[in-house]
């Protein structure tokens, strides 16, 4: 059965959040973590990119990291952008890499009932099935007639 979240949930979540770590961002634009990255970056969150794939590499400003543990500052909000089978490890070093972490955040199409359930008995929110980009813009006025606005501008109106 499909978890439920409030709205009041969830927009706490969006707005108590500063710092988010995107585990499994690419560095091609069209690509969904991509974008939500960028996005959440315009909205005024500090994005931090992690990646092994591209390490070293600049994206929205910030210096894609290897793994969670090469980031030294505070972390609100581990948003995964892998297969569910590969998120109990990012939940584990995510885990030992933030101590005051508050959200642990799969993306659609991400679920790990274990995992969740590691993270919880840590005292860490945990939300699955569900995209930060997409809520922020449902709870905050931002979804426009036809549909979700992805941030891309189309010549073809």
Avoid at 18 to 44: D, E, F, H, Q
Wanted: charged fraction near 25%.
């Amino acid at each position: 059965m499909a978890e439920t979240y409030s709205d009041t949930e969830l927009r706490r979540i969006l707005e108590g959040t500063r710092t988010i770590a995107i585990v499994g961002v690419s560095m091609n634009p069209v690509r969904p973590s991509s974008y939500v990255a960028r996005y959440l970056s315009l909205k005024g969150f500090r994005v931090i990119p992690v990646n092994p794939g591209h390490t070293g590499k600049i994206l929205g400003g910030e210096t894609v990291r290897g793994s969670l543990s090469e980031i030294d500052e505070p972390v609100d909000m581990v948003d995964i952008f892998r297969r569910s089978e590969a998120v109990p490890p990012v939940v584990d070093e995510a885990l030992e890499a933030f101590p005051d972490l508050q959200t642990i955040w799969m993306q659609i199409g991400v679920e790990h009932a274990e995992a969740a359930a590691r993270a919880r008995a840590r005292g860490v929110t945990v939300i699955m099935n569900r995209c930060p980009k997409i809520e922020y813009q449902r709870l905050f006025g931002e979804l426009r007639m036809g549909g979700f606005n992805t941030g891309v501008i189309s010549s073809k109106l």
